[in-house]
T-cell receptor, first 113, second 114 residues
Framework: GENVEQHPSTLSVQEGDSAVIKCTYS??????FPWYKQELGKRPQLIID?????GEKKDQRIAVTLNKTAKHFSLHITETQPEDSAVYFC????????????FGQGTTLQVKP | KAGVTQTPRYLIKTRGQQVTLSCSPISGHRSVSWYQQTPGQGLQFLFEYFSETQRNKGNFPGRFSGRQFSNSRSEMNVSTLELGDSALYLC?????????????FGPGTRLTVT
C-alpha cells in the first residue's frame, strides 16, 4: 500500500547546527516529493520539492536528496535558526494524473538559541 | 496572485449534524485536494477534484463527500458528524498540469464536534 515513514518524530538542535529529517516511501511509482513546514496555528507551507529524475536540489540553507533505489529522501537544513522551529512534513505523489499526496507523520524541529 | 482561501475558519457542531466547508483555489489552478489533519493521524488525504470531477478518493467513509464548481471552487460536506471528525480540514490547490505538481494549502477550517 501507499505509505511514507518519517524520522525522527522530534529533533532538537542548537542554533547554527544542521538538521536532517529522513523519509522512506513504499510505492516505487512515486515521482514527486515535496516538503512542507507548518508553524503553530498556520497552514503547511511548501519549502522545497524534488522530482524522481533528480538526485539533489538546494535552495539556500535547505536541500533535499533522493535515493530512488532505496526509496528514501531527506531534508537537510544547515545553519539552523530559531525561526526554523516548526513541524516538517515529507510527502510523496504516486505517478499518474493525480493530486493525491501521502504524508509522513511529521517531525517537530526545535532550534535552541 | 491571491492564495488559497477557506471558509469558515472555525466551526462548532453537534454530533449528528452536517457541515459544509468551502475552498477557493489559486486563480488558474484546476485541482483541489482535501486533507484531514489530526494530532494522532497526521495529514490524511480525503479526495481530489479536477474539472468538476472527483479524481481520487482516500479511505474515509461515505459521510465525507465533496464537489467542485465550474470556477474550480470546491466544497466538502460531512454528514452525521461524529466526535472523531473534530480536526483541521485543509484544502490544497494545484495547477496539476504536466510536471506541475506543487500543492498550496489554505489556512484550514477548524471543526470541533461536541
Amino acid at each position: 500500500g501507499e505509505n511514507v515513514e518519517q524520522h525522527p518524530s522530534t529533533l532538537s538542535v542548537q542554533e547554527g547546527d544542521s538538521a536532517v529529517i529522513k523519509c522512506t516511501y513504499s510505492d516505487s511509482a512515486s515521482n514527486y516529493f515535496p516538503w512542507y513546514k507548518q508553524e503553530l496555528g498556520k497552514r503547511p507551507q511548501l519549502i522545497i520539492d524534488i522530482r524522481s529524475n533528480v538526485g539533489e536540489k538546494k535552495d539556500q540553507r535547505i536541500a533535499v536528496t533522493l535515493n530512488k533505489t532505496a526509496k528514501h529522501f531527506s531534508l537537510h537544513i544547515t545553519e539552523t535558526q530559531p525561526e526554523d522551529s516548526a513541524v516538517y512534513f515529507c510527502a510523496a505523489r504516486i505517478s499518474g494524473n493525480t493530486g493525491k499526496l501521502i504524508f509522513g507523520q511529521g517531525t517537530t524541529l526545535q532550534v535552541k538559541p | 496572485k491571491a492564495g488559497v482561501t477557506q471558509t469558515p475558519r472555525y466551526l462548532i457542531k453537534t454530533r449528528g449534524q452536517q457541515v459544509t466547508l468551502s475552498c477557493s483555489p489559486i486563480s488558474g489552478h484546476r485541482s483541489v485536494s482535501w486533507y484531514q489533519q489530526t494530532p494522532g493521524q497526521g495529514l490524511q488525504f480525503l479526495f481530489e477534484y479536477f474539472s468538476e470531477t472527483q479524481r481520487n478518493k482516500g479511505n474515509f467513509p461515505g459521510r465525507f463527500s465533496g464537489r467542485q464548481f465550474s470556477n474550480s471552487r470546491s466544497e466538502m460536506n460531512v454528514s452525521t458528524l461524529e466526535l472523531g471528525d473534530s480536526a483541521l480540514y485543509l484544502c490544497a490547490s494545484s495547477f496539476n498540469g504536466v510536471g506541475a505538481y506543487e500543492q498550496y494549502f489554505g489556512p484550514g477550517t477548524r471543526l470541533t464536534v461536541t
